[in-house]
C-alpha cells in the first residue's frame, strides 16, 4: 500500500507530498515506509500563490491612465516605515497607525463610509480630513484629492486607482455606473451579472463582489 506524507506551512499551503511506494508482497494492508520515496516540492510566494515552476498567474499588477502608470507589488521584507490597518471592536476598521506610533481615527457614517478622519491626540481641534460620497460611491467633490478607504472605507474597500475605481472584493467596482467591471462569479445573485447590489445601495450593499447582503 502507497504512503503519501503531505506538510504544510503556517498558512495551510502544501510545501512539500512524500510519495512511498507500495512495498509489494505486504498481505497486512500496513502503510509501509520502507521503500525509497519520491518527494515534490511546493514554494508559494508572500501572497499564498504558487510560484513552483510550471505555475503562473494572469495579475492586475499595474494601471494607466492617460500618461500615468501605477505598479501594484509586494513587498520584499521588512520595510524601514510602515503604516498598518487596525480594527475595531465589530471587526470595521478604525484607525490607521504608522511606524512612528501616530494613530489617525477613520470615523465612518451608518453607512460604513469613512466621511472624516481625526488624529488621536487630545491637542486635535478639528478632523484632519473630510471626504463625503454619493449613494453608490461617487466623491462629492472629486477635485479633491481622496483617502484610500472612503466609501465603504468601513469595509475596508479601497479606492487607492488612479481612475477611481473601488478594489470591491474579487472585482472592480465602477461608482460612475453602479456597477461592477466583470461578471459575478456567483451566478443568480444578483439582477445581472454586473449589477452592484440590485441596485439599492442605501438598503444593501456588496463588499465582497460575490453576493448583496442587507446593510440593516
Known sequence: MATRIYTYDADSNRTALTSYPD?????????????????????????DRLTTSGYGYDLFASETVGAT????????????????????????????????????????NLHGDVV???????????????????????????????P????LGAKQRSRDTLSGLTLMGVRLYDPNIGHFLSVDPVPGCS?????????????SFDPDGKWRKPRW
Not at 439582477?191 to 438598503?203: I, V
Request: with cysteine.
Open 191 to 203: 439582477d445581472n451579472p454586473y449589477d452592484y447590489a440590485h441596485q439599492d445601495p442605501y438598503n
Open 23 to 47: 512495498a509489494r508482497g505486504s498481505t497486512t494492508g500496513t502503510c509501509s515506509t520502507a521503500t525509497s520515496p519520491s518527494t515534490y516540492s511546493f514554494f508559494h510566494d508572500q501572497a
Open 69 to 108: 502608470t501605477r505598479t501594484y507589488a509586494l513587498g520584499s521584507g521588512p520595510a524601514s516605515s510602515w503604516t498598518g490597518n487596525i480594527t475595531g471592536i465589530g471587526g470595521d476598521f478604525a484607525a490607521v497607525q504608522t511606524d512612528t506610533g501616530a494613530v489617525t481615527l477613520q470615523l465612518a
Open 148 to 151: 484610500r478607504y472612503s466609501w
Open 116 to 146: 472624516a478622519t481625526v488624529d488621536d491626540s487630545t491637542s486635535a481641534t478639528s478632523t484632519a480630513s473630510y471626504a463625503e460620497s454619493t449613494e453608490f460611491g461617487t466623491p462629492y467633490f472629486p477635485s479633491s484629492a481622496y
